[in-house]
């Protein structure tokens, strides 16, 4: 059974930079599908960053496109998520998720993920 655990949550000021990292355990997720999710406090999760199995290919929210970054190694069995120029309506707990059914895409909708992590809470000061 595979696990995620996501770490590199924090407090920042407006206009820093976070990079939240996912680590995976119990089998190889190289051929996955990885994405990043948030959910705000009152909020439904919302898609932030996918990359297919494909090395290369990403998607974005449009809320964080040209600020976010999604990158993955596949040889540490992780994801990147780099964060720039970050705002207050990035608070948020960001989850790590993986997929193995149709790995090269990377859908917007949390319920076609099939692995999760605990998340990470990031919080952006005003």
């Known amino acids: 059974q595979g696990q995620l655990v996501e770490s590199g949550g924090g407090l920042v000021q407006a206009g820093g930079s976070l990079r939240l990292s996912c680590a995976a355990s119990?089998?190889?997720?190289?051929?996955?599908?990885m994405a990043w999710f948030r959910q705000g406090q009152g909020k439904e999760r919302e898609f932030v960053a996918g990359m297919s199995r494909i090395v290369g290919s990403s998607s974005y929210g449009e809320s964080v496109m040209g600020r976010f970054t999604i990158s993955r190694n596949n040889a540490n069995n992780a994801v990147y998520l780099q964060m720039n120029s970050l705002k207050p309506e990035d608070t948020a707990v960001y989850y790590c998720?993986?997929?193995?059914?149709?790995?090269?895409?990377?859908?917007?909708?949390?319920?076609?993920?099939?692995?999760w992590g605990q998340g990470t809470q990031v919080t952006v000061s005003s």
């Open positions: 119990g089998r190889s997720f190289s051929s996955y599908a």
């Open positions: 998720a993986a997929k193995d059914n149709k790995p090269w895409l990377t859908p917007t909708t949390p319920a076609e993920y099939n692995y």
